[in-house]
């Protein structure tokens, strides 16, 4: 039962997530949040994303000044004729934004989408972040 109950209160989570995002960023479109890690050591950032069922062309990885922004599409599944008995998974647009505390050097900046999971790895710099876009080099 505990299980269940913790289970049922990070889907609440997550949805509320999302919807104080939304609430905070009237004019973005609507869409769902992938659950994100974001992990700091002496090198840099590494973001781990979960997507499972994005296609790597679906998806959009770039900096912005001091953010990363992950956009990207979920595309339903082709069911002709059939009626779905239970849906959960979330389709459609993504927009993730993660603030970085520190600059990154953003032309030396990887992401590669394997089994699911987006991760992005985001070298440390000395040098003061520009509020160019970057964007991020996809591998695979």
Same mark, same amino acid.
């Given at each position: 039962?505990?299980? #269940?109950?913790?289970?049922?209160?990070?889907?609440?989570?997550?949805?509320?997530?999302?919807?104080?995002?939304?609430?905070?960023?009237? #004019?973005?479109?609507?869409?769902?949040?992938?659950?994100?890690?974001?992990?700091?050591?002496?090198?840099?950032?590494?973001?781990?994303?979960?997507?499972?069922?994005?296609?790597?062309?679906?998806?959009?990885?770039?900096?912005e000044g001091r953010?990363?922004?992950?956009?990207?599409?979920?595309?339903?599944?082709?069911c002709a004729g059939?009626?779905?008995?239970?849906?959960?998974?979330?389709?459609?647009?993504?927009?993730?934004?993660?603030?970085?505390?520190?600059?990154?050097?953003?032309?030396?900046?990887?992401?590669?989408?394997?089994?699911?999971?987006?991760?992005?790895?985001?070298?440390?710099?000395?040098?003061p972040m520009s509020?160019?876009? !970057?964007? !991020?080099?996809? #591998?695979?």
């Open positions: 039962m505990t299980t #269940n109950v913790l289970t049922q209160w990070s889907a609440l989570h997550r949805k509320l997530a999302g919807l104080s995002a939304a609430l905070q960023a009237p #004019n973005e479109p609507a869409g769902w949040l992938p659950p994100t890690d974001v992990v700091e050591d002496a090198h840099g950032f590494v973001v781990r994303m979960e997507l499972a069922g994005v296609a790597r062309a679906d998806v959009c990885v770039r900096l953010a990363l922004v992950v956009e990207g599409l979920r595309r339903p599944p082709v059939a009626r779905f008995r239970q849906l959960e998974m979330e389709y459609g647009p993504f927009r993730r934004v993660v603030p970085l505390p520190d600059s990154v050097a953003g032309r030396r900046a990887t992401a590669a989408l394997a089994e699911g999971v987006l991760e992005i790895i985001l070298p440390r710099s000395r040098r509020d160019k876009k !970057v964007m !991020v080099v996809m #591998n695979g």
